[in-house]
């Protein structure tokens, strides 16, 4: 009886010693999800949380609500109101340079929830959350752009204050100013619409600057131009309409985002030389890989009195060329100006090679164009009406199909062309360039801004 009391006794101790060692392994196998589900499940929280800021805020700075309260519970974050924490650089680029003035150049300011090493801010209208190397948006920022407008109402959060902890703390957010910046005469004459500048460029420095990144190449027609990881910055581009040019000559001429989708994007492109030596040659060329040079030649002598234009499009890998001449152009030859039209109908080009002009700087044509050419037909990816078989010396096309056709050609591969002149032929050894001037106006690939708005709306947030 003893025995069979004994033996029930380990019986019982060994199976509570069983229970409990299964009883701590799934303890010690589950702890850590059920920790992680839990932490996760505050994040989502404090998101959730952060989005009703977002959305209050944007009542007082951008509605007729001048305040408002928000209550947030920590949930074991520790939350931060910053006036700055940021820095957003606005700036337009004239003739390539920036300009002297910036639209914008300060601080946006920010409210930021850290847990542990997540951090998700407002900022700039927008919310978003970072963990490591990960940023994502939870909200978007302000930033519309509509037909040909772009709209930017930065909200500037001002204010300094931190909490922490498990408990409750309530938001006061009140809107304080609203300040145009553009367009603004009185910060700047230019400061007009329609924009007058080449670009406008955004540079903006922040924790979130990866979120920003993705938002301007996923959900705006902004062109992310550079990333600096070192500083967390980006710098975005926004490319302005350009309206139709009538200037003295200057070089470079520029286009930008040509519409090579469009067959005939140019619509005017006129020179009218002044003060023309009897005999010159210029060259014009842009610089790129496939290379578009444009020659002109004007030649006076008894017998022969000429202006002729050649159009080469020269592939540097190859050392093989596509090359046009055209016709003589008739002028009077008692007038040192004369009006060239490049887009003109009644002139025709031959395919042939350039050896009437003088040879560009490293380049020779020493070699026949090539045959069959790359660019026209269904060698390219350019459209142009038709499938051209192009003949050495035999083909001929109006000076504006070659024209309208190498631009597109370039244009594709190039968003911007700069045309400048070639060393050896100097504008000013053959005509006069102050007296000068040229015609040109094109399509563009949108988008393309015409009009821009920016204004500080000034908000205030404080811990109450």
């Not at 938001?171 to 145009?180: A, D, G, M, N, P």
């Not at 070699?367 to 038709?386: H, K, L, M, R, Y």
């Not at 062309?417 to 005509?431: H, L, N, Q, R, V």
Request: glycine residues 6%; contains cysteine.
């Amino acid at each position: 009886m003893e025995k069979k009391a004994v033996s029930e006794v380990l019986g019982y101790i060994l199976a509570f010693g069983i229970i409990t060692i299964m009883s701590m392994f799934i303890f010690y196998s589950v702890y850590p999800q059920a920790v992680s589900l839990f932490q996760e499940s505050r994040i989502k929280i404090v998101e959730t949380q952060m989005s009703i800021v977002d959305y209050s805020t944007s009542l007082c700075a951008l509605g007729d609500t001048p305040t408002q309260l928000v209550k947030f519970n920590l949930n074991g974050a520790s939350l931060k109101i910053e006036s700055g924490g940021n820095w957003l650089e606005i700036y337009p680029v004239v003739n390539g340079s920036k300009y002297s003035k910036a639209i914008y150049n300060g601080s946006i300011g920010r409210v930021v929830a850290s847990y542990d090493s997540i951090l998700i801010g407002y900022e700039g209208g927008g919310v978003w959350e970072k963990r490591g190397d990960g940023i994502v948006m939870i909200t978007p920022p302000e930033f519309h752009y509509k037909i040909d407008t772009l709209t930017f109402p930065l909200i500037k959060i001002v204010g300094n204050g931190s909490a922490g902890g498990e408990g409750t703390i309530y938001l006061q957010i009140t809107k304080k100013s609203t300040t145009v910046y553009y367009p603004n005469t009185t910060i700047d004459s230019n400061f007009t619409n329609p924009l007058t500048s080449d670009y406008i460029i955004l540079k903006l420095q922040s924790d979130f600057y990866l979120g920003w990144k993705e938002y301007f190449e996923e959900r705006s027609d902004a062109k992310v131009m550079a990333i600096y990881p070192s500083n967390n910055t980006i710098v975005v581009k926004m490319t302005t309409r350009t309206p139709p040019i009538f200037r003295a000559y200057e070089i470079p001429i520029v286009l930008r985002q040509l519409n090579y989708t469009n067959e005939t994007p140019i619509q005017i492109f006129e020179i009218n030389f002044a003060g023309l030596h009897p005999n010159f040659d210029l060259i014009w060329r842009t610089y790129t890989d496939p290379e578009l040079f444009i020659l002109f030649k004007k030649a006076k002598s008894p017998s022969n009195n000429s202006f002729r234009i050649g159009v080469v499009y020269y592939d540097y890998n190859t050392s093989s060329y596509e090359s046009w001449v055209s016709e003589s152009f008739e002028w009077n030859v008692s007038s040192d100006s004369y009006l060239l039209d490049l887009l003109t109908e009644e002139k025709n080009m031959t395919y042939e090679k350039p050896s009437i002009f003088v040879s560009p700087t490293g380049v020779s044509f020493t070699n026949q164009p090539v045959e069959p050419t790359w660019t026209w037909g269904s060698n390219s990816s350019i459209a142009d009406g038709e499938d051209y078989t192009i003949t050495r010396d035999v083909t001929e096309k109006t000076v504006k199909d070659v024209i309208e056709h190498y631009f597109r050609v370039l244009a594709e591969r190039n968003s911007e062309i700069k045309i400048y002149e070639d060393p050896k032929t100097p504008g000013s050894a053959g005509f006069n360039t102050a007296l000068t001037t040229y015609r040109l106006y094109y399509g563009q690939v949108p988008p393309i801004i015409t009009y821009l708005h920016i204004a500080e709306h000034k908000t205030e947030i404080r811990i109450s």
